[in-house]
Nanobody, 124 residues
């Protein structure tokens, strides 16, 4: 079983940037879909960005134009570049490889063993 580990979170000021990494213990090309999610205290987990077959990205409206998703196959790592951060981006960020068949969106999957995540805090 391939495991995913998130890293790269931190505390930044409004307008700052962070790059999150999701490193897999195996070949990420085994996954049809990889995605980033986030959950703020008291809120439901939401999808942020996904990368599916053909590396076609899907970006949630709330972060469109500010976040980009990419992968480095040589490093078996998925990235989330977050620019122009806002306080409402503060959350725990998680990555996952949901099994939606050929579909890959920002829907939150039901059957995922979520990792520890990485905390992002944006202060004004």
């Amino acid at each position: 079983q391939v495991r995913l580990m998130e890293s790269g979170g931190g505390s930044v000021q409004v307008g700052g940037a962070l790059r999150l990494s999701c490193t897999a213990s195996g070949d990420i090309d085994l996954f049809n879909c990889m995605a980033w999610y986030r959950q703020a205290p008291g809120k439901q987990r939401e999808g942020v960005a996904s990368l599916g077959i053909g590396d076609w990205p899907v970006i949630a409206d709330s972060v469109h134009g500010r976040f980009t998703i990419s992968k480095d196959r040589a490093k078996n790592t998925l990235y989330l570049q977050m620019n122009n951060l806002r306080p409402d981006d503060s959350a725990m960020y998680y990555c996952a490889a949901p099994d939606f068949g050929d579909y890959c969106g920002v829907d939150v999957p039901d059957n995922v063993n979520w990792g520890r995540g990485t905390q992002v805090t944006v202060s004004s």
